[in-house]
């Protein structure tokens, strides 16, 4: 019998997943961002919903460079999967929400559920999967280089994606290129065990300091842009995809969680099924009028529980994703048992 998967990695992927959900509750609802500081906790909390999804999405690449460092060819049972389980659901979410009257039929629509990668119906996918397919050719290229090399290839990626960004509105800064630096690093941590515990020692400051300046970033502009005469927005500015903040997060908890000594087959299993949270609830067909009709974060805004209630919502939406998919594996197991 194999050993069993540590789970914590695993249970970092749930986290992380419900990270990107309250990231889509904060950003798909009613609630605009405004100058007006009334309700200033709660403008906050919804303003930081984005970077728990930022965090949510550097780790889940992260992940996937640790345990893929190793292979020197292509993962491709895994490419399959997440193709196979992207165009499942693209399909059938579709076909339900218009079988239950929530979108109108279209012959786009049918087509764009048909090939949601080819028209890219989940901004996600294109680049993780491109990310998979180059795999082979980023771990060859991180083990080939001496230590002064692959500082200047950080260094060249932070760069790109991170710092430039920072200064201009349009850089060559891409989904794609900063997927590289997430998977880069968590290859780079399988790679060399002894930089991965060094940096353990840094886990918990590197977890605070990342979530805590991310808190003081938007407090400070959210206070000083009204002053300023400054456009709202600009109060997201440092926690963006493109922000040196997130990664600095998801590393932290990268670092913490990687190390814990737990093994849990619930956790395993249900961390199986993570990627179809974000498959199902971030669907094209489905989140331009779930997010305003069922969970409409503009309903509690005014509220002290406002947070209490997102938490539970976004649980909620979890929760019925996670079980949505496992019946579909165990249906999809029944299927090929049936048929050997």
């Known amino acids: 019998m194999?050993?069993?998967?540590?789970?914590?990695?695993?249970?970092?992927?749930?986290?992380?997943?419900?990270?990107?959900?309250?990231?889509?509750?904060?950003?798909?609802?009613?609630?605009?961002?405004?100058?007006?500081?009334?309700?200033?906790?709660?403008?906050?909390?919804?303003?930081?919903?984005q970077y728990f999804g930022e965090v949510g999405n550097c780790i889940f690449v992260m992940i996937t460079g640790f345990f893929l460092a190793s292979r020197d060819s292509m993962n491709t049972k895994g490419l399959m999967r997440v193709v196979k389980d992207v165009k499942f659901y693209a399909f059938t979410t579709w076909l339900l929400v218009v079988a239950l009257g929530f979108v109108k039929f279209s012959i786009t629509g049918w087509v764009l559920s048909l090939l949601p990668i080819i028209y890219s119906q989940y901004w996600f996918v294109a680049p993780f999967l491109l990310v998979l397919v180059l795999s082979p050719c980023l771990n060859k290229l991180l083990l080939a280089f001496t230590d002064k090399q692959r500082k200047w290839y950080f260094a060249l990626l932070l760069a790109i994606?991170?710092?430039?960004?920072?200064?201009?509105?349009?850089?060559?800064?891409?989904?794609l290129g900063a997927f590289v630096l997430f998977y880069s690093i968590g290859a780079q941590l399988r790679y060399l065990p002894e930089l991965e515990n060094k940096l353990m020692r840094y886990n918990k400051g590197l977890t605070i300091a990342g979530f805590g300046l991310a808190i003081?970033?938007?407090?400070?502009?959210?206070?000083?842009?009204?002053?300023?005469?400054?456009?709202?927005?600009?109060?997201?500015?440092?926690?963006?995809?493109?922000?040196?903040?997130?990664?600095?997060?998801?590393?932290?908890?990268?670092?913490?969680?990687?190390?814990?000594?737990?093994?849990?087959?619930?956790?395993?299993?249900?961390?199986?099924?993570?990627?179809?949270?974000?498959?199902?609830?971030?669907?094209?067909?489905?989140?331009?009028?779930?997010?305003?009709?069922?969970?409409?974060?503009?309903d509690y805004f005014n509220t002290s529980y406002m947070i209490g209630v997102a938490l539970l919502q976004c649980a909620i939406v979890f929760v019925t994703c996670i079980t949505i998919d496992m019946l579909y594996k165990r249906l999809q197991k029944l299927i090929e048992f049936r048929h050997r």
Do not use: C
Not at 255 to 274: C, E
């Open 216 to 298: 003081a970033s938007i407090l400070l502009l959210d206070i000083v842009t009204p002053v300023l005469g400054f456009k709202a927005n600009l109060s997201m500015h440092f926690i963006g995809r493109f922000s040196i903040l997130p990664i600095i997060g998801a590393l932290g908890l990268f670092l913490l969680f990687s190390k814990m000594n737990i093994t849990s087959t619930i956790i395993n299993l249900l961390a199986q099924s993570a990627f179809a949270v974000y498959l199902i609830s971030e669907n094209p067909n489905v989140y331009p009028w779930f997010w305003k009709r069922v969970f409409d974060n503009i």
């Open 2 to 49: 194999g050993q069993q998967r540590q789970s914590g990695i695993e249970l970092l992927r749930l986290l992380a997943m419900f990270g990107i959900v309250l990231s889509h509750w904060g950003g798909h609802g009613s609630w605009e961002l405004t100058p007006d500081n009334t309700n200033l906790i709660n403008k906050v909390f919804i303003q930081l919903t």
């Open 161 to 175: 994606e991170l710092v430039l960004p920072l200064i201009f509105a349009k850089t060559v800064s891409s989904n």
